[in-house]
């Protein structure tokens, strides 16, 4: 028997948005680059769905107008008061521009308040933005199969370090309990980081702090402390961990955070002649964790102007903490504040995205510490919404359509 939700109709409406394009979205029949990524996406989804049949889409994309409309007022309720208190944006407003988003811009109603489009002038800006749950089936097509190649942070570290690339290195690896390699013990005796060698986000990381005299380490998440072997045996069961460094900021960056390693993600795309360009830049600092720049939802983001090299106000998914100017624990100035090495660090991205030049998009997470500047890792599956708030500009407005396209021309991409 034939369960209901099991059929491909149902599959093309998900929770909180819409899996077709419906012919009430303006990206449907557009002719801008913003449409065009919509549109490819969308048949990217739907292909890997294998729910391509029009008499499935059509009930699919109807259905979707009854069902988005709980969603919205579900939004409201759950982030609307924190934008209405933070900014001012009445209920009411929310209402009408989180209708826009679902029926003529089919976007989620999380992206309008995790992006802060209220601040964007025109709504008309809100049609070049992608959805980031979409972004993800554009850059897997960009993508070269073996994707690990970058996702793997062992296997980028190695890479990186052949190529003459100045990344962290990795003191030891630790797989299932087991330690892999045999590291010298005098370059562990000292702060260390650990994480995984395949995860998003920063889901596993922690620290270990050296206990001098004592030949322990204390872990500040569990509490527990320990010898390095004890710890990390139990904490690598069942994935795989690399130990580094705990590095520090650089002086210039103690404002933003006195013990949790800030970064700053910079996308860069490759042209089909091997032309690298900067697509945008955001600097990531914690609003109060000790630990890492990646806190849930609170995460604070500047995106740096690519020309001045100076940072806009700082915002976050957490539509209740606004729009900052200054950093609301340490008094940090944000807005307009100059990035040190900024230069360097552009330098460093275009010259680095030549030893991955299967992948068209790469985004960089880099550190300026006390020792320099480093390379933590890279990746093909960068973030949606922190290249996208409201201090960067809509990636349909990028050039990150126009590097799309030439590099499906380049190997003969089908369209879908």
Known sequence: MIRLWNLPVFRLISTDRCRVAAPWFAWTHGRDDGSFLRRRANALERKKLGATNPLEQIPAACLYLAISLPRIFLALQR??????????ISYHRQFIDLCFCAWRAGLRPQVYYFLGLHRHPHTASW???????ELHHLQRDAS???????????????????????????????????????????????????KRSLTYSSTGIFGLRYLPG?????????????SLPELLSSLSRGTTLMVQ???KN?????????????????????????????LLAALRFPLESQLTC??????????????????????????GLGRLTRHPVTGQIIEDFPVPRWAKMVADVTAAHAHWPEFPFIGWDISDTTSGVYFLEGSCLWGGFLAQMSGSRPLGLTSFATIYQANLARRGASSI
């Open 79 to 88: 982030w609307g008061r924190g934008l209405r208190a933070a900014d001012r």
């Open 127 to 133: 049609l070049n933005v992608i959805d980031p749950s």
């Open 144 to 194: 070269p199969a073996d994707l690990n190649a970058l996702e793997d942070k062992i296997r980028f570290t190695d890479h990186a370090l052949h190529s003459g690339i100045r990344t962290v290195p990795v003191l030891a690896v630790w797989n299932d309990g087991k330690e892999i390699g045999r590291p010298e013990p005098s370059a562990l005796k000292r702060d260390l980081f650990a």
């Open 214 to 226: 004592t030949d322990k380490y204390h872990e500040d998440e569990s509490g527990k402390s320990g």
């Open 245 to 247: 460094p705990w590095l």
């Open 250 to 278: 650089h002086p210039d960056l103690d404002g933003f955070s006195a013990s949790a390693l800030c970064n700053y993600r910079i996308v860069s795309g490759r042209h089909p002649d091997g032309r690298v360009e900067i």
């Open 294 to 319: 990646a806190e849930r939802d609170t995460t604070l983001c500047a995106a740096v102007n690519l020309i001045t090299g100076r940072l806009h106000a700082a915002e976050s998914k957490h539509p």
